[in-house]
């Protein structure tokens, strides 16, 4: 059983839609989780971080963390072309060496149609 | 501001040979980070560092070595380059211990033959 699960998809929406992409995890010991956003041939970049359960929202942009099923998910609403790209989840834990390891879904592409 | 830069891009190996992945910052994070992306896979971590000088294994360090003689450089050295070693290679850097804010570089797409 990986760590982290995440559906790949493809998901297609029409623009202006609610989306919503989850991953659901194993390891109690995760810490932080993020919410990154990879276009095609780019690195990823980090959307939003939480820490403990419950939502956070940024702009169109909501994190939700629900710890007792080791569950997360991110809404995207008024979903625009510019949002098509890979959506990767990420969580946290310690490294024997002193960092902090990410581990990673194998990400969600989502496709928003005009 | 530069952020992470990594070069090259693009690389094809011969099976056999051998080559260093650059990473360079600019943000004087001490956490730097190197992570392989397969397909369906996600991305692995293959090697970190928390400073300058002090390097360890992640996930999937079999093959490559890495080195941290500054604060602003962590390249990636494969040697022997296999066709499991062909990969997406993203190199990150964070600046606090909780990696909440991990900067990626934009990956180096290598293709052993």
């Known amino acids: 059983q990986k760590e982290v699960e995440q559906d790949p998809g493809p998901l297609s929406v029409p623009e202006g839609a609610i989306v919503s992409l989850n991953c659901t995890y194993s390891?109690?010991?995760?810490?932080?989780f993020m919410w990154y956003r990879q276009y095609s041939r780019k690195g990823p970049e980090l959307l939003m971080y939480?820490?403990?359960?419950g939502n956070k929202e940024d702009g169109r942009f909501t994190a939700q963390v629900d710890k007792s099923s080791k569950y997360i998910s991110l809404f995207i609403r008024d979903s625009q072309p510019s949002d098509s790209a890979t959506y990767l989840c990420a969580m946290s834990s310690i490294l024997t060496g002193g960092g902090n390891k990410l581990t990673f879904g194998t990400g969600t592409q989502l496709k928003v149609e005009l | 501001n530069a952020g992470v830069t990594q070069t090259p891009k693009f690389r094809i190996l011969k099976i056999g040979q051998s080559m260093t992945l650059q990473c360079a910052q600019d943000m004087n994070h001490n956490y730097m980070y190197w992570y392989r992306q397969d397909p369906g896979m996600g991305l692995k971590l293959i090697y970190y560092?928390?400073?300058?000088?002090?390097?360890d294994k992640g996930e999937v360090p079999n093959g490559y070595n890495v080195s941290r003689s500054t604060t602003e450089d962590f390249p990636l050295r494969l040697e022997l380059a296999a066709p499991s070693q062909t990969s997406v290679y993203f190199c990150?850097?964070?600046?606090?211990?909780?990696?909440?804010?991990?900067?990626f570089g934009q990956g180096t797409r290598l293709t052993v033959v």
């Open positions: 990150a850097s964070s600046l606090t211990v909780m990696n909440t804010e991990a900067f």
């Open positions: 390891n109690s010991a995760f810490q932080y």
């Open positions: 939480t820490y403990s359960s």
């Open positions: 560092s928390v400073g300058a000088g002090i390097t």
